[in-house]
């Protein structure tokens, strides 16, 4: 839990919202943005050579240790960079860093994926997960709006460049990821199995030899590209074209945090009755949904309705990542043989990060072409007195990355239908028990017992539909 915590630290400090904004006042083009989403993913190639020093020296937590202390001081490069070093040589540097930072972090996900396979039980993975994973999200709404509260009073009332506030963010980022390091030195690692006496590319090969496994695979690499082709421009859509402030942008992101905060656990709780592909298939088309609503925050322009339809979506996209999320990384775990997950989780874990930074590769390089591009439906009504044009449709430059990456996430949930896990539920049955926990929720919130109630869940009825979607199954 502690490792969880100070994992979010740097992650709320050191991606997402915080590194657009960076790159955007340091004059990154879309290109450049777009290599820095792709890094995170190209870079779990190194898995390769991470899953040979975990087998070789037989000792996770002495692989996580050590790959840990060369990623986290790449934060204090990048820190450095944006104090002292002019803007095109910073970006350079903070290029390479983040690259460092994530072939070491590699070497760390391959050791802490076999580390909690082996430690986790699976009936207890849901619950334990959505635990940790709701306590990661708490500390990130908080941070996430005082680090974006610090940056824009910076640039108000500090005559200094607002590049040294982004400084102290990255060093507060690398804070985080050092303290996560040192927990997770007290963390006990079960003994490893003795490794099969085979080529390390012959076991990455037994994944894609396990029919549902390769089903597994091919629903995640197809979910990790059209997530990837969208979500690393959202920011720069509502910085650049929306011409929001940071605040606000980091304000919604908060909201979405808000959203998963409250209901991550209840998604772990329903993985666990039921399954994690019932989890996928409901957050999955959810979010799917919200990326396509993102086509109408212009139309063409700003209008009346962008901020209700962008508190909306980060609501929606919120609870659906939440589930995503969870469900996605326990799947992978649950399907993966005990004894020989590392081969299997790496081997999942690689395709899906090619998938994810081709993706955003390919935003950043045709984000200035589909600048050029324009698709527009206008309903005109001619009578004898008078006529009108109702615009009824209206892509321009980002929408056409939303509508295509709805395309794609709608293929991925088809490939998700041919996955099979037990205990699968119908979508009616997983909604119907968030929106009646939901419902119990509201009705208790107005006294100290009623929010004790408000955040356990209805064991007795989870039981209920359990039995009667095993009868359907």
């Known amino acids: 839990m502690r490792n969880g915590v100070g994992i979010q630290v740097m992650e709320t400090m050191a991606v997402g919202a915080f590194l657009t904004a960076l790159a955007v006042q340091l004059g990154a083009s879309n290109l450049t943005i777009g290599a820095l989403a792709a890094i995170p993913h190209l870079s779990q190639l190194a898995q390769i050579p991470g899953v040979y020093a975990v087998d070789r020296l037989g000792d996770r937590k002495r692989v996580y240790m050590w790959s840990g202390w060369v990623a986290r001081p790449m934060f204090l490069v990048i820190a450095l960079a944006a104090w002292l070093l002019p803007p095109s040589t910073a970006l350079a540097v903070i290029l390479a860093a983040f690259a460092i930072r994530y072939v070491a972090g590699a070497f760390l996900q391959v050791s802490w994926s076999s580390w909690m396979r082996d430690l986790v039980p699976d009936s207890e993975m849901g619950r334990l997960f959505g635990r940790r994973q709701q306590r990661m999200i708490g500390i990130g709404i908080a941070l996430s709006l005082v680090g974006a509260g610090f940056i824009d009073l910076w640039r108000l009332y500090v005559p200094q460049p607002v590049t040294i506030a982004y400084g102290i963010v990255y060093t507060l980022a690398f804070i985080g990821g050092a303290y996560a390091v040192i927990c997770a030195r007290h963390i006990y690692e079960p003994p490893m199995q003795p490794v099969v006496d085979e080529s390390l590319f012959s076991r990455l090969r037994e994944p894609f030899k396990h029919d549902n496994y390769r089903r597994l695979i091919r629903f995640l690499a197809s979910w990790n590209f059209a997530i990837n082709l969208a979500a690393p421009f959202f920011t720069v859509h509502m910085l650049k074209q929306l011409e929001m402030d940071l605040f606000w942008v980091i304000g919604l992101g908060t909201l979405s945090q808000v959203a998963a905060y409250l209901t991550v656990s209840r998604w772990g709780r329903i993985a666990d009755r ?200």
């Open 274 to 473: 039921f399954n994690n592909k019932s989890v996928l298939r409901v957050c999955g088309a959810g979010f799917v949904l919200a990326i396509f609503a993102w086509t109408f925050t212009t139309f063409p322009d700003i209008h009346a309705g962008t901020i209700p339809l962008l508190v909306i979506i980060h609501i929606v996209a919120g609870i659906a990542t939440a589930g995503v999320n969870l469900a996605s990384g326990n799947i992978a775990l649950k399907l993966a043989p005990a004894g020989n997950s590392t081969a299997y989780l790496a081997s999942s874990s690689m395709v899906n990060a090619m998938a994810g930074g081709v993706a955003a590769l390919c935003g950043g390089a045709f984000a200035d072409l589909f600048a050029t591009w324009e698709l527009t439906l206008t309903l005109n009504w001619h009578d004898k007195t008078k006529s009108l044009a109702v615009e009824a449709l209206s892509f321009t430059h980002w929408d056409f990355f939303f509508f295509f990456a709805t395309v794609i996430g709608l293929y991925a949930l088809h490939r998700l239908s041919h996955v099979n896990e037990e205990g699968d539920a119908k979508n009616s049955i997983v909604l119907g028990l968030m929106m009646r926990s939901a419902r119990q929720s509201l009705r208790n919130l107005s006294t100290i017992a009623g929010l004790r109630a408000g955040s356990s869940f209805d064991l007795d009825d989870l039981k209920e539909d359990r039995k009667g979607s095993k009868n359907r199954v």
